[in-house]
């Protein structure tokens, strides 16, 4: 097994953090701002998003400290465009999802053969999060 660089995966796993944490502020933003007749089941799924994405950042941060790192305190920059239409707020939030298993196909490389258990955590976070893009998915075919 090849020799495994924290430093590398300190900073993938801070990305992680920072987007995980705009997650939660995207998904909770997202659900105060839903109107019209299906607006109780797509508040439920996003502020379960928000919970999700605030769970993630603190396993990723749980990694990082295990590994002599040092959490960001940041967030990843979230866009605002003033368009709260509920096919505007799931194209966002696929849009984070696929970002989301970016990140985590970007530590799954930087651990290949390294470290099973963080193999492990990352293979097992891309299929969530592209559950999730499937799922947004799913929601948006009523809009095409």
Same mark, same amino acid.
């Given at each position: 097994m090849e020799t495994l660089d924290n430093k590398v995966v300190c900073e993938i796993l801070n990305r992680i953090v920072e987007a995980e944490m705009a997650g939660v502020v995207r998904y909770a933003h997202s659900s105060l701002m839903i109107t019209g007749p299906y607006r109780l089941p797509i508040v439920t799924f996003l502020q379960e998003q928000a919970t999700e994405s605030l769970a993630h950042a603190l396993q990723a941060g749980e990694f990082i400290t295990g590994f002599d790192g040092h959490p960001s305190q940041r967030i990843a920059e979230i866009a605002e465009n003033h368009n709260h239409s509920?096919?505007? !707020? #799931?194209?966002?939030? #696929?849009?984070?999802? /696929? +970002?989301?298993? &970016? #990140? $985590?196909? /970007? #530590?799954?490389?930087?651990?290949?053969?390294? &470290? !099973? *258990?963080?193999? /492990? $955590?990352?293979?097992?976070?891309?299929?969530?999060?592209?559950? +999730?893009? *499937? /799922? !947004?998915?799913k929601m948006l075919k009523d809009y095409s």
């Open positions: 509920v096919q505007q !707020i #799931l194209e966002e939030s #696929l849009e984070h999802e /696929e +970002h989301a298993v &970016s #990140l $985590y196909r /970007e #530590l799954l490389r930087a651990v290949t053969d390294k &470290s !099973i *258990m963080l193999e /492990e $955590y990352a293979r097992g976070q891309i299929g969530q999060e592209e559950q +999730h893009a *499937m /799922e !947004i998915k």
